[in-house]
Protein backbone atom coordinates (compact mmCIF):
# COMPACT_ATOMS: atom_id res chain seq x y z
CA UNK A 1 0.00 0.00 0.00
CA UNK A 2 2.33 2.47 -1.16
CA UNK A 3 -0.13 4.55 -2.24
CA UNK A 4 0.18 8.35 -0.70
CA UNK A 5 -3.36 9.06 -1.88
CA UNK A 6 -4.14 6.28 0.58
CA UNK A 7 -2.49 7.61 3.37
CA UNK A 8 -5.14 8.29 5.59
CA UNK A 9 -6.16 4.66 5.39
CA UNK A 10 -3.00 3.57 7.18
CA UNK A 11 -2.51 3.85 10.41
CA UNK A 12 0.37 4.18 12.46
CA UNK A 13 0.87 0.99 12.95
CA UNK A 14 1.51 0.47 9.13
CA UNK A 15 -1.76 -1.52 8.73
CA UNK A 16 -4.62 -0.29 6.02
CA UNK A 17 -7.98 -1.24 5.70
CA UNK A 18 -10.92 -0.14 4.19
CA UNK A 19 -12.05 2.57 6.60
CA UNK A 20 -9.61 5.58 7.70
CA UNK A 21 -7.26 5.43 10.50
CA UNK A 22 -9.21 7.71 12.35
CA UNK A 23 -12.97 5.59 12.55
CA UNK A 24 -13.30 4.69 16.41
CA UNK A 25 -12.51 0.54 15.44
CA UNK A 26 -9.27 1.34 14.06
CA UNK A 27 -8.00 4.03 16.83
CA UNK A 28 -5.44 2.52 19.84
CA UNK A 29 -6.23 2.60 23.38
CA UNK A 30 -5.24 5.67 25.45
CA UNK A 31 -1.57 5.66 26.27
CA UNK A 32 -2.62 5.16 30.13
CA UNK A 33 -5.25 2.40 29.53
CA UNK A 34 -5.88 -0.07 32.15
CA UNK A 35 -7.28 -2.94 30.50
CA UNK A 36 -9.38 -4.10 33.14
CA UNK A 37 -8.42 -5.94 36.59
CA UNK A 38 -5.58 -6.60 37.29
CA UNK A 39 -3.33 -9.74 37.61
CA UNK A 40 -3.57 -11.21 41.17
CA UNK A 41 -7.47 -10.38 41.09
CA UNK A 42 -10.32 -13.26 40.05
CA UNK A 43 -11.48 -12.73 37.04
CA UNK A 44 -15.52 -11.79 37.89
CA UNK A 45 -18.18 -14.55 37.49
CA UNK A 46 -19.68 -14.47 34.28
CA UNK A 47 -22.47 -16.45 32.40
CA UNK A 48 -22.65 -16.19 28.72
CA UNK A 49 -24.51 -18.28 25.72
CA UNK A 50 -22.03 -20.31 23.49
CA UNK A 51 -22.98 -19.97 19.57
CA UNK A 52 -25.52 -22.75 20.49
CA UNK A 53 -26.95 -20.70 22.37
CA UNK A 54 -26.26 -22.80 25.52
CA UNK A 55 -25.40 -20.63 28.99
CA UNK A 56 -21.89 -21.92 30.25
CA UNK A 57 -20.89 -20.03 33.38
CA UNK A 58 -16.94 -19.29 32.66
CA UNK A 59 -15.37 -20.92 36.01
CA UNK A 60 -18.28 -23.79 35.94
CA UNK A 61 -17.02 -24.55 32.39
CA UNK A 62 -13.01 -24.14 33.13
CA UNK A 63 -13.75 -26.13 36.58
CA UNK A 64 -10.24 -26.33 37.77
CA UNK A 65 -8.30 -26.13 34.46
CA UNK A 66 -6.15 -23.08 34.20
CA UNK A 67 -7.79 -20.63 30.80
CA UNK A 68 -7.05 -18.40 28.60
CA UNK A 69 -9.89 -15.72 28.67
CA UNK A 70 -9.42 -13.94 25.13
CA UNK A 71 -11.62 -10.72 23.75
CA UNK A 72 -11.86 -10.19 19.98
CA UNK A 73 -13.69 -7.67 18.15
CA UNK A 74 -15.93 -9.33 16.22
CA UNK A 75 -16.20 -12.74 14.15
CA UNK A 76 -18.49 -10.93 11.11
CA UNK A 77 -15.81 -8.35 10.24
CA UNK B 1 -11.32 -13.31 12.57
CA UNK B 2 -7.63 -13.85 11.51
CA UNK B 3 -6.57 -14.13 14.52
CA UNK B 4 -9.82 -17.16 15.58
CA UNK B 5 -8.91 -18.90 12.46
CA UNK B 6 -5.28 -19.39 14.00
CA UNK B 7 -6.34 -20.33 17.17
CA UNK B 8 -8.59 -23.36 16.12
CA UNK B 9 -4.53 -24.60 14.69
CA UNK B 10 -3.08 -23.81 18.02
CA UNK B 11 -6.37 -25.20 20.01
CA UNK B 12 -4.54 -28.78 19.75
CA UNK B 13 -1.68 -27.38 21.90
CA UNK B 14 -4.25 -26.19 24.52
CA UNK B 15 -5.56 -29.82 25.03
CA UNK B 16 -2.86 -31.77 25.20
CA UNK B 17 -1.36 -29.12 28.26
CA UNK B 18 -5.21 -29.63 29.98
CA UNK B 19 -5.55 -25.59 29.39
CA UNK B 20 -8.98 -23.98 28.29
CA UNK B 21 -9.65 -21.44 25.86
CA UNK B 22 -12.97 -18.94 25.94
CA UNK B 23 -13.05 -16.64 23.06
CA UNK B 24 -15.74 -13.77 24.05
CA UNK B 25 -17.25 -11.24 21.53
CA UNK B 26 -20.30 -8.85 21.44
CA UNK B 27 -21.82 -10.87 18.12
CA UNK B 28 -24.45 -12.88 18.67
CA UNK B 29 -24.61 -16.79 19.39
CA UNK B 30 -26.09 -16.79 15.14
CA UNK B 31 -23.31 -14.48 14.32
CA UNK B 32 -21.05 -16.80 16.23
CA UNK B 33 -22.20 -19.93 14.85
CA UNK B 34 -22.17 -18.75 11.45
CA UNK B 35 -18.60 -18.07 11.96
CA UNK B 36 -17.70 -21.51 14.10
CA UNK B 37 -19.51 -23.50 10.67
CA UNK B 38 -17.57 -21.55 7.96
CA UNK B 39 -14.09 -21.30 9.50
CA UNK B 40 -14.40 -25.20 11.84
CA UNK B 41 -13.78 -23.54 15.31
CA UNK B 42 -13.43 -26.35 17.72
CA UNK B 43 -13.11 -24.38 20.96
CA UNK B 44 -16.00 -22.02 22.69
CA UNK B 45 -17.02 -18.87 20.97
CA UNK B 46 -19.07 -17.05 23.88
CA UNK B 47 -21.36 -13.78 23.31
CA UNK B 48 -21.56 -11.34 25.14
CA UNK B 49 -24.71 -9.58 24.40
CA UNK B 50 -25.19 -5.70 25.06
CA UNK B 51 -21.49 -5.80 26.12
CA UNK B 52 -22.11 -5.98 29.59
CA UNK B 53 -18.91 -8.30 30.59
CA UNK B 54 -16.90 -6.12 28.29
CA UNK B 55 -17.72 -2.94 30.07
CA UNK B 56 -17.81 -4.87 33.41
CA UNK B 57 -14.53 -5.52 32.81
CA UNK B 58 -13.55 -1.97 31.73
CA UNK B 59 -12.08 -2.60 28.03
CA UNK B 60 -14.89 -1.40 26.27
CA UNK B 61 -13.40 0.34 23.32
CA UNK B 62 -14.82 4.21 24.17
CA UNK B 63 -13.79 5.87 20.52
CA UNK B 64 -16.33 3.82 19.11
CA UNK B 65 -20.18 5.89 20.17
CA UNK B 66 -23.56 4.36 19.47
CA UNK B 67 -23.52 5.99 16.26
CA UNK B 68 -20.89 3.63 14.92
CA UNK B 69 -23.78 1.23 14.49
CA UNK B 70 -22.08 -1.56 13.86
CA UNK B 71 -19.19 -1.48 15.58
CA UNK B 72 -19.96 -0.07 19.24
CA UNK B 73 -19.70 -2.57 21.80
CA UNK B 74 -16.14 -3.86 20.63
CA UNK B 75 -13.58 -4.23 23.55
CA UNK B 76 -9.82 -3.75 23.07
CA UNK B 77 -8.55 -6.55 22.23
CA UNK B 78 -6.38 -9.10 24.07
CA UNK B 79 -6.63 -12.22 26.76
CA UNK B 80 -6.48 -12.61 30.10
CA UNK B 81 -4.56 -15.86 31.14
CA UNK B 82 -6.35 -17.60 34.60
CA UNK B 83 -4.84 -20.40 36.73
CA UNK B 84 -6.52 -22.86 38.56
CA UNK B 85 -8.15 -20.70 41.11
CA UNK B 86 -9.46 -18.50 38.26
CA UNK B 87 -7.22 -15.63 39.28
CA UNK B 88 -5.73 -13.84 36.29
CA UNK B 89 -1.97 -14.64 35.90
CA UNK B 90 -1.13 -12.52 32.92
CA UNK B 91 -2.93 -9.92 30.73
CA UNK B 92 -2.14 -9.87 26.99
CA UNK B 93 -3.52 -6.92 25.85
CA UNK B 94 -1.25 -3.98 23.26
CA UNK B 95 -2.11 -0.51 22.42
CA UNK B 96 -1.64 -2.02 18.49
CA UNK B 97 -4.79 -4.15 17.98
CA UNK B 98 -3.32 -5.26 14.83
CA UNK B 99 -0.37 -7.08 16.97
CA UNK B 100 -2.87 -9.75 18.25
CA UNK B 101 -1.28 -12.77 20.09
CA UNK B 102 -1.05 -16.24 19.46
CA UNK B 103 -2.33 -19.26 20.99
CA UNK B 104 1.39 -20.31 21.73
CA UNK B 105 1.82 -16.86 23.62
CA UNK B 106 -1.36 -17.68 25.56
CA UNK B 107 -0.18 -20.81 26.09
CA UNK B 108 3.69 -20.04 27.48
CA UNK B 109 1.97 -17.12 30.02
CA UNK B 110 -0.56 -20.19 31.15
CA UNK B 111 2.26 -22.57 31.78
CA UNK B 112 4.77 -20.03 32.81
CA UNK B 113 7.24 -21.46 29.89
CA UNK B 114 8.27 -21.73 26.74
CA UNK B 115 6.93 -24.19 24.34
CA UNK B 116 8.79 -24.34 21.33
CA UNK B 117 6.65 -26.78 18.14
CA UNK B 118 8.66 -29.05 16.00
CA UNK B 119 7.39 -27.21 13.07
CA UNK B 120 8.61 -23.76 14.32
CA UNK B 121 11.32 -22.51 11.81
CA UNK B 122 14.86 -22.21 13.67
CA UNK B 123 18.44 -21.91 13.33
CA UNK B 124 21.28 -23.02 15.68
CA UNK B 125 25.08 -22.11 16.57
CA UNK B 126 25.74 -26.01 17.83
CA UNK B 127 28.49 -24.99 20.74
CA UNK B 128 28.88 -26.95 23.21
CA UNK B 129 29.30 -24.72 25.94
CA UNK B 130 26.86 -22.53 24.83
CA UNK B 131 24.26 -22.94 22.10
CA UNK B 132 22.20 -20.36 21.13
CA UNK B 133 19.10 -21.44 18.93
CA UNK B 134 16.88 -18.84 17.52
CA UNK B 135 13.13 -19.83 16.82
CA UNK B 136 10.05 -17.88 14.90
CA UNK B 137 7.54 -18.93 17.95
CA UNK B 138 3.68 -18.93 17.26
CA UNK B 139 1.39 -19.16 14.04
CA UNK B 140 2.23 -22.77 12.75
CA UNK B 141 6.04 -20.77 12.09
CA UNK B 142 4.37 -18.61 9.09
CA UNK B 143 4.47 -14.80 9.00
CA UNK B 144 0.97 -12.93 8.29
CA UNK B 145 -0.01 -9.19 8.94
CA UNK B 146 -2.16 -8.92 12.27
CA UNK B 147 -1.02 -11.48 14.53
CA UNK B 148 2.68 -10.93 16.71
CA UNK B 149 4.85 -13.28 16.82
CA UNK B 150 7.89 -14.17 18.85
CA UNK B 151 11.24 -14.85 18.55
CA UNK B 152 12.59 -16.73 20.90
CA UNK B 153 16.68 -17.19 21.29
CA UNK B 154 16.94 -19.76 23.53
CA UNK B 155 20.56 -20.12 25.20
CA UNK B 156 21.85 -23.43 26.85
CA UNK B 157 24.60 -23.44 29.03
CA UNK B 158 26.91 -25.60 30.17
CA UNK B 159 26.67 -25.94 33.59
CA UNK B 160 28.47 -23.72 36.28
CA UNK B 161 28.37 -21.21 33.35
CA UNK B 162 26.53 -17.56 33.18
CA UNK B 163 25.22 -15.00 31.63
CA UNK B 164 24.35 -11.09 31.93
CA UNK B 165 21.37 -8.90 32.19
CA UNK B 166 22.41 -5.42 32.01
CA UNK B 167 23.58 -3.24 33.55
CA UNK B 168 27.34 -4.79 33.77
CA UNK B 169 30.53 -2.58 34.33
CA UNK B 170 32.83 -1.29 32.27
CA UNK B 171 34.53 -3.94 29.80
CA UNK B 172 31.54 -6.41 30.64
CA UNK B 173 29.33 -7.48 28.16
CA UNK B 174 25.55 -8.07 29.10
CA UNK B 175 23.48 -10.19 26.84
CA UNK B 176 21.76 -8.04 23.88
CA UNK B 177 19.89 -9.64 20.42
CA UNK B 178 19.45 -7.07 17.38
CA UNK B 179 16.92 -7.89 15.08
CA UNK B 180 16.98 -7.23 11.71
CA UNK B 181 14.76 -7.48 9.06
CA UNK B 182 12.93 -6.00 5.78
CA UNK B 183 11.31 -2.69 6.00
CA UNK B 184 7.67 -2.83 7.53
CA UNK B 185 9.03 -5.26 9.64
CA UNK B 186 8.91 -4.64 13.59
CA UNK B 187 10.07 -5.46 16.73
CA UNK B 188 8.27 -5.16 20.66
CA UNK B 189 10.46 -4.63 23.86
CA UNK B 190 12.10 -8.01 25.11
CA UNK B 191 10.78 -10.46 27.52
CA UNK B 192 13.73 -11.76 29.55
CA UNK B 193 13.19 -14.36 32.66
CA UNK B 194 13.92 -13.31 35.90
CA UNK B 195 18.13 -13.39 36.90
CA UNK B 196 19.45 -14.17 39.60
CA UNK B 197 22.44 -11.95 41.60
CA UNK B 198 26.05 -12.87 41.68
CA UNK B 199 28.20 -10.61 44.15
CA UNK B 200 31.08 -10.03 43.96
CA UNK B 201 32.51 -8.39 47.24
CA UNK B 202 35.67 -8.11 46.31
CA UNK B 203 34.61 -5.40 43.35
CA UNK B 204 31.88 -4.21 45.64
CA UNK B 205 29.23 -5.08 42.92
CA UNK B 206 26.46 -7.39 42.05
CA UNK B 207 25.93 -8.47 39.11
CA UNK B 208 22.39 -10.24 37.61
CA UNK B 209 22.92 -13.23 35.72
CA UNK B 210 21.29 -16.08 34.11
CA UNK B 211 22.00 -20.02 34.03
CA UNK B 212 21.37 -23.07 32.32
CA UNK B 213 18.51 -22.39 29.93
CA UNK B 214 17.49 -18.89 29.36
CA UNK B 215 15.11 -17.74 27.13
CA UNK B 216 14.90 -14.42 25.48
CA UNK B 217 11.25 -13.79 23.94
CA UNK B 218 11.23 -10.63 21.12
CA UNK B 219 7.76 -10.23 20.10
CA UNK B 220 7.89 -9.58 16.15
CA UNK B 221 5.17 -8.19 13.67
CA UNK B 222 4.83 -6.95 10.08
CA UNK B 223 2.73 -4.49 8.63
CA UNK B 224 0.94 -3.90 5.29
CA UNK B 225 4.37 -2.92 3.56
CA UNK B 226 5.55 -6.16 4.06
CA UNK B 227 2.98 -8.33 3.05
CA UNK B 228 2.76 -6.52 -0.47
CA UNK B 229 5.95 -8.28 -1.22
CA UNK B 230 3.09 -11.00 -1.49
CA UNK B 231 1.43 -11.86 -4.61
CA UNK B 232 3.37 -12.36 -7.55
CA UNK B 233 6.36 -13.51 -5.42
CA UNK B 234 4.29 -15.43 -3.05
CA UNK B 235 7.16 -18.06 -2.43
CA UNK B 236 9.66 -15.41 -0.77
CA UNK B 237 10.03 -16.10 2.79
CA UNK B 238 10.53 -13.38 5.37
CA UNK B 239 13.92 -13.54 6.09
CA UNK B 240 15.59 -12.09 9.49
CA UNK B 241 19.56 -11.35 10.47
CA UNK B 242 19.78 -11.90 14.12
CA UNK B 243 23.14 -10.91 15.96
CA UNK B 244 23.62 -12.50 19.62
CA UNK B 245 26.22 -10.59 21.60
CA UNK B 246 26.80 -12.24 25.11
CA UNK B 247 29.61 -12.93 27.43
CA UNK B 248 29.94 -16.27 29.23
CA UNK B 249 31.43 -16.95 32.68
CA UNK B 250 32.16 -19.01 35.39
CA UNK B 251 33.53 -18.54 39.05
CA UNK B 252 36.37 -18.56 38.20
CA UNK B 253 36.86 -17.33 34.46
CA UNK B 254 35.27 -15.17 32.22
CA UNK B 255 35.15 -15.80 28.72
CA UNK B 256 35.99 -13.30 25.76
CA UNK B 257 32.42 -11.70 24.68
CA UNK B 258 31.33 -13.77 21.54
CA UNK B 259 29.00 -12.27 18.78
CA UNK B 260 27.03 -14.70 16.95
CA UNK B 261 25.02 -14.72 13.87
CA UNK B 262 21.66 -16.35 12.86
CA UNK B 263 19.26 -16.34 10.13
CA UNK B 264 15.49 -17.45 10.03
CA UNK B 265 13.72 -17.72 7.14
CA UNK B 266 9.93 -17.51 7.68
CA UNK B 267 7.12 -18.37 4.90
CA UNK B 268 4.13 -16.26 4.50
CA UNK B 269 0.92 -17.03 5.16
CA UNK B 270 -2.25 -15.37 4.03
CA UNK B 271 -4.49 -13.23 6.53
CA UNK B 272 -8.55 -14.37 6.66
CA UNK B 273 -10.70 -11.15 5.98
CA UNK B 274 -14.41 -10.74 5.65
CA UNK B 275 -16.06 -10.80 2.30
CA UNK B 276 -16.05 -6.91 2.85
CA UNK B 277 -12.58 -6.75 1.57
CA UNK B 278 -11.09 -6.32 -1.91
CA UNK B 279 -9.28 -9.71 -3.05
CA UNK B 280 -6.15 -8.71 -3.17
CA UNK B 281 -2.44 -10.37 -2.47
CA UNK B 282 -2.03 -12.13 0.95
CA UNK B 283 -5.82 -12.09 1.91
CA UNK B 284 -8.03 -15.16 1.97
CA UNK B 285 -11.42 -13.72 2.13
CA UNK B 286 -14.03 -16.48 4.35
CA UNK B 287 -16.85 -17.84 2.59
CA UNK B 288 -18.88 -16.53 5.13
CA UNK B 289 -21.40 -13.94 4.07
CA UNK B 290 -19.92 -11.24 6.03
CA UNK B 291 -21.91 -8.50 3.80
CA UNK B 292 -25.19 -9.82 5.24
CA UNK B 293 -24.49 -9.84 8.54
CA UNK B 294 -23.35 -6.82 8.82
CA UNK B 295 -26.71 -5.66 7.54
CA UNK B 296 -27.73 -7.55 10.37
CA UNK B 297 -26.00 -5.20 12.34
CA UNK B 298 -26.63 -2.04 11.24
CA UNK B 299 -30.34 -2.74 11.55
CA UNK B 300 -29.80 -3.49 15.20
CA UNK B 301 -28.02 -0.97 15.69
CA UNK B 302 -29.95 1.77 14.28
CA UNK B 303 -32.79 1.06 16.24
CA UNK B 304 -30.61 2.08 18.89
CA UNK B 305 -29.41 5.15 17.26
CA UNK B 306 -31.34 6.28 14.18
CA UNK B 307 -30.28 9.79 13.61
CA UNK B 308 -26.86 9.51 14.34
CA UNK B 309 -26.70 5.83 12.98
CA UNK B 310 -27.88 6.93 9.71
CA UNK B 311 -25.36 9.95 9.53
CA UNK B 312 -22.68 7.57 10.56
CA UNK B 313 -23.53 4.89 7.52
CA UNK B 314 -23.44 7.85 5.08
CA UNK B 315 -20.15 8.53 5.86
CA UNK B 316 -19.12 5.38 6.05
CA UNK B 317 -20.23 4.69 2.71
CA UNK B 318 -18.45 7.39 0.89
CA UNK B 319 -15.23 6.79 3.02
CA UNK B 320 -14.83 2.97 1.62
CA UNK B 321 -15.79 4.07 -1.81
CA UNK B 322 -12.57 6.83 -1.58
CA UNK B 323 -10.23 3.88 0.26
CA UNK B 324 -7.88 1.63 -1.04
CA UNK B 325 -10.19 -1.66 -1.24
CA UNK B 326 -12.68 1.20 -3.08
CA UNK B 327 -14.01 1.98 -6.67
CA UNK B 328 -10.76 4.63 -7.31
CA UNK B 329 -8.29 2.07 -6.81
CA UNK B 330 -10.18 -0.60 -8.83
CA UNK B 331 -10.75 1.48 -11.90
CA UNK B 332 -7.20 3.21 -12.29
Given at each position: ???N???E???????T?????S??Q??P?????Q??????E??P??????????????H??????????L??????? | ?T???E????Y??????G??L?A?????????A??A??H?I????L?D??????????????????D???????P?P?????N?Q????G??F?R??H?R?T?E?M???A?G???I???????????????I????????G?????VV???V?R?????G????DE??PQ???A????V?G?E????G????P????LE?????????V?????????P????????S?L??Q????????L????Q??????????Q?R?L?LR???????????FK????L????M?S???M???????L???PI?G?????K????MKK???????G??
Amino acid sequence: MQDNEFNEYTDEFGQTAPLPASHGQRKPPPVDFQFGPAEGERFPDCTLRDADGVRINLHEDRGSAKAAVLFFRSAVW
Amino acid sequence: MTQLVELRDAYKKFQAAGVKLYAISYDRPDELAEFAAHHDINFPLLSDKGSRLIRQLGILNTHVTRDQVPFYGIPYPGTYVLNEQGVITGKLFGRNHHARFTGESMLDSALGEILIGEDEPMASTDDEQVNITAVWHGGGGTVKASVVREIVVRFELAEGLHIYDEPVPQGMVATRVEVTGPEGFHTGDMRKPATHTLELPELDTALQVWSNQVDLAIPVWVDDSVVSLLGEQAEVDLEIALKIHYQACDDQVCHIPQSRDLTLRVPFASYTAPNLFKRVAGLDISAMDSQQLMKRKIRRGLLRSPIGGLRFLRKMASDMKKGPMGKRRGSS
